[in-house]
Nanobody
Framework: QVQLVESGGGLVQAGGSLRLSCAASGRTFSSYAWFRQAPGKEREFVAAVSWSGGLTYYSDSAKGRFTASRDNAKNTMYLQMNSLKSEDTAVYYC?????????????????WGQGTQVTVSS
């Protein structure tokens, strides 16, 4: 049974940092991603990383501030978030799929975690 479990969310001041983790169990996938959803808004793509960790893809809002990575030995994906802003406040979801290229569409990922809340206070 496939399970994705996020952790690491919390409350942080603007300008601070957080590192989210997503532990996968059951199998490995070719691509992994982070999405987020703020209250009253649609879910949006944040970052994606390949199984090897060698390829990454970011949204414009994440580029330069967030870093997605993978630890294959632990079958865990990470999202290092720096210079956080109030507009980064959202529930962050990890996702996994079998696309051969990294995509920013939620339809590209068939497995999802339950989400972890990130709140950035200004």
């Amino acid at each position: 049974q496939v399970q994705l479990v996020e952790s690491g969310g919390g409350l942080v001041q603007a300008g601070g940092s957080l590192r989210l983790s997503c532990a996968a169990s059951g199998r490995t996938f070719s691509s992994y991603a982070w999405f987020r959803q703020a209250p009253g808004k649609e879910r949006e793509f944040v970052a994606a990383v390949s199984w090897s960790g060698g390829l990454t893809y970011y949204s414009d809002s994440a580029k330069g501030r967030f870093t997605a990575s993978r630890d294959n030995a632990k079958n865990t994906m990470y999202l290092q978030m720096n210079s956080l802003k109030s507009e980064d406040t959202a529930v962050y979801y990890c996702a996994a799929g079998n696309t051969r290229v990294l995509v920013g569409l939620s339809s590209g990922y068939g497995y999802w975690g339950q989400g972890t809340q990130v709140t950035v206070s200004s």
